[in-house]
């Protein structure tokens, strides 16, 4: 199902200016499952078409790469990083999380959230002030969110976001 007309505009009149908001036209139309980003790369889904790289390219400002997640193309679905860390399927082999650290330039480790769930992208949002996650996230996957996202670093940090965080919670 397509994003009508109405519903675009909804979104940006709910958005400042500032925010660019594009329709996609792409067979792979869950794109949550699809890409991964943060301020500077996205990882995405080996056939995406082209010019929705294109415009993932342009709208988001970052570099992209075709590539799968432990041999999974939902990338989106099997890994989650912001500009600090990022956090991969669990059965990535050593070499390839070396590889994909290097691609992004970022510390990334294996692990699961939600009780043990590989799909990490299902259980954990995240960008380099908060992460939230599923209620069934245990204590010792909490820890380690925090440690590779630098989650306690970056509240610790006092600015305007985390004050608005801090009294919106």
């Not at 991964?36 to 790469?65: Q, R």
């Not at 999974?72 to 050593?94: E, I, Q, W």
């Not at 939600?114 to 996650?133: E, H, K, M, P, T």
């Amino acid at each position: 199902m397509e994003t009508t007309d109405d519903e675009l505009q909804v979104l940006r009149d709910s958005l400042p200016d500032s925010v660019r908001v594009k329709r996609v036209e792409e067979r792979l139309s869950a794109l949550g499952n699809t890409i991964a980003c943060n301020d500077y790369f996205a990882l995405i889904h080996p056939e995406l078409d082209k010019e929705t790289e294109e415009m993932i390219v342009d709208v988001l400002g970052v570099e992209a790469f075709r590539t799968t997640i432990g041999s999974n193309a939902l990338v989106g679905s099997y890994c989650t990083f912001n500009n600090k860390g990022g956090m991969v399927h669990p059965m990535v082999s050593t070499g390839e999380l070396d590889e994909l650290s290097s691609l992004l330039q970022i510390p990334l480790c294996t692990g699961t959230v939600n009780r043990g769930s590989d799909v990490i992208g299902g259980g954990l949002v995240v960008n380099d002030w908060a992460a939230f996650c599923g209620n069934d996230t245990t204590t010792t996957e909490l820890t380690v969110i925090d440690a590779i996202f630098k989650i306690k670093d970056s509240m610790t940090e006092e600015n305007e976001f985390s004050s608005d965080m801090k009294g919106a919670l």
